[in-house]
C-alpha cells in the first residue's frame, strides 16, 4: 500500500512557474514508475507525465513538452513536477500516481487503469 500526497498547488499568472510535489509513504518508493495527470472542469483526467522508478525514463503529454520536468528524489520518495510558462490551459487539479508494473513502452505511461495508486490531488488555477 502507497499513500500519496501532493502539494504546492496555488493560483498564479499566466506565464508564471510553479513546482508540485508528490510525497509517498508506506512501501518502498522505487519499486513504482511514477505518473503526474491533469483533470479540468468537465474534462477527462488527461496524462501529463511520467517517469521510471530508476528516474531515468521520461513520458510527456505534448501539450507540455518543452515547459513541464518530471523528476523524482527516490532517497525523499518524492516526485516533483515542474511547471514552467504556465497557461490558463494548464488550469485543472493535478494528481500524481504510482504503479508497480513497470513501464516498457513510453506510451503505457498514459493509461490511467495501469495506476495502482492515486493521490487526492492538488488545484493549479492559471490566470491571464
Known amino acids: 500500500q502507497v499513500q500519496l500526497v501532493e502539494a504546492g498547488g496555488g493560483l498564479v499568472q499566466a506565464g508564471d512557474s510553479l513546482r508540485l510535489s508528490c510525497a509517498a509513504s508506506?512501501?518502498?518508493?522505487?519499486?513504482?514508475?511514477m505518473g503526474w495527470f491533469r483533470q479540468a472542469p468537465g474534462k477527462e483526467r488527461e496524462f501529463v507525465a511520467g517517469i521510471r522508478r530508476s528516474g531515468r525514463t521520461f513520458a510527456y503529454a505534448d501539450s507540455v513538452k518543452g515547459r513541464f520536468t518530471i523528476s523524482r528524489d527516490n532517497a525523499k520518495n518524492t516526485v516533483y513536477l515542474q511547471m514552467g510558462n504556465l497557461e490558463r490551459e494548464d488550469t485543472a487539479v493535478y494528481f500524481c500516481?504510482?504503479?508497480?508494473?513497470?513501464?516498457?513502452?513510453?506510451?503505457?505511461?498514459?493509461?490511467?487503469?495501469?495506476?495502482?495508486?492515486w493521490g487526492q490531488g492538488t488545484q493549479v488555477t492559471v490566470s491571464s
Open positions: 508506506g512501501r518502498t518508493f522505487s519499486i513504482y514508475d
Open positions: 500516481a504510482a504503479k508497480s508494473t513497470l513501464t516498457t513502452v513510453v506510451d503505457a505511461y498514459r493509461q490511467i487503469d495501469s495506476y495502482d495508486y
